[in-house]
């Protein structure tokens, strides 16, 4: 997006429902005539009552200037400055005014911010930053609190009188550039420091994390690569295993080691061992990956420890694993409504509770039998079938499976027409 003025507009047509369509004048238009505009509060209106939405203050948004150096973001997960979009806070004054009445201001405004407080989230008519652009982007709107001080001293700068405002921050709004910058180059000379050595039998073994590398397409279509530190992984089926390998890094690991899984079911510890079923031969650092089927791990949070049977009853220390339900990424990441509007997903791993699917940042209802109807779900066998909530915004939204607390990977966006 590089028009500021879609912002506004967007609000200003919320506004503008909101007023003609108010339970408080029995859902159609006030008796009286209302402007709604984005123009400086200076400029003087034609209707009896004018609803004034006025951009005043652009700022940078803190949390995302700075996210290129967070932690995530020195492990490839978040990309370099030149690559982020600038990320703006939009800060609106919404005020109300009446030649005749301050009844009608009163009423107008209150209008405003009953409507604004209703769609926290907005909807904005323009695509997300590249790359894999989706459109419709989201914004913010909070009601935030100035001080009587603060809001005096803008009217003054305006030289007009003091009017009953309300002050609001539309968040985080991108303004994207044509085109990515190319990548940096790769490196042509690598330096290498050895440390002294040392024998591993002589050395317990120590765990240091999890990793995986998740690779999945995005709409557009755009290959994405994301390392994940512990690692989600998920059971999956025939060669879609193979992007569910998970690599268990140490030291002072041996090749007879066995790999042990710890899960919490009840609030019990439960120790598996998972070596013949999931650790790949050869030797360390192993890599593990979860078995599809009967021996599938159930979804949640779990650890992976190490035992040597040379030494009964050494057991190394504990590492984060999460296990997640699995999506097929079978056919691209789009997927469209059939004839009578309902998606369908090819699923594993799916416990009976504690499972959450969300289209786009709206949660959808499971129900056990039946069809699924507008904003809901349900799964049967591997197949889960769901119907976007009535009303959705034409446009392109994340599928989100959320297991025991334990995301899926991002790999199917529905197309809703």
């Known amino acids: 997006m590089r028009d500021l003025s879609i912002v506004t507009d ?21 008796p009286f005539s209302v402007t709604v505009s984005g123009q400086h509060p200076q400029t003087p209106g034609l209707s009896d009552s004018e609803l004034n939405v006025y951009l005043f203050h652009v700022a940078p948004d803190k949390h995302l200037a700075n996210s290129f150096w967070s932690q995530a973001a020195q492990h ?32 107008i405004l209150g209008i405003a911010m009953q409507a604004m407080h209703d769609n926290a989230i907005l909807e904005i ?21 100035p001080s009587f001080d603060e809001l005096s001293r803008l009217w003054q700068a305006f ?15 991108f303004l994207t550039p044509d085109t990515i910058p190319a990548d940096a180059p790769r490196p042509e000379i690598v330096n290498l420091v050895a440390a002294p050595g040392f024998s ?11 990793r995986r590398t998740l690779a999945y397409t995005a709409p557009g279509p755009v290959d994405e690569t994301v390392q994940l530190s512990p690692a989600t992984t998920a059971p999956a089926p ?16 041996l090749p007879g080691d066995h790999v042990v899984l710890v899960s919490y079911p009840g ?23 979860p078995p599809a089927g009967a021996g599938a791990p159930a979804p949640g949070r779990h650890e992976v420890v190490l035992t040597r049977p040379t030494e009964p009853g050494w057991q190394s220390n504990a590492v984060p694993l999460n296990v997640a339900a699995w999506i097929d990424p079978a056919g691209g990441p789009l997927v469209t409504p059939n004839a ?33 109807q507008p904003g809901q779900w349900r799964l049967q066998g591997a197949t889960l079938t769901f119907a976007a909530p009535a009303g959705t915004p034409a446009g392109t939204y994340l599928v989100g499976l959320r297991a025991n607390d334990v995301e899926a990977d991002p790999v199917k966006w529905a197309v809703v027409p």
């Open 267 to 289: 609030g019990v510890r439960t120790e598996t061992d998972v070596t013949a079923t999931w650790v790949a031969a050869g030797d360390p650092p192993f890599r593990l990956t």
């Open 200 to 210: 591993p039998a002589a050395t317990p073994a120590k765990l240091f994390a999890t």
């Open 125 to 145: 008519n323009a695509p997300t930053p590249l790359p894999g652009a989706i459109t419709p982007s989201q914004a913010t709107v909070v009601l935030e609190a």
């Open 76 to 107: 490839g997960t978040t990309p370099p400055v030149a690559s982020e979009p600038l990320s703006l806070d939009l800060w609106y004054m919404v005020s109300a005014q009446s030649k005749t009445s301050y009844v009608h201001e009163q009423q």
């Open 159 to 173: 030289g007009l009188p003091l009017r009953t405002t309300a002050e609001y921050r539309v968040s985080v709004v």
């Open 10 to 30: 967007t609000l200003r047509d919320l506004l503008t429902t909101a007023v003609n369509t108010s339970p408080l004048f029995g859902g159609a238009p006030p």
């Open 340 to 372: 009578q509007g309902r998606f369908s997903l090819t699923v594993g791993n799916v416990p009976p509770a504690g499972v959450l699917l969300r289209l786009g940042t709206t949660a959808l209802t499971r129900i056990g039998a039946g069809t699924p």
């Open 238 to 253: 025939g060669p879609a295993a193979a992007n569910q390998e998970v690599v268990l890094d140490g030291a002072g690991m």
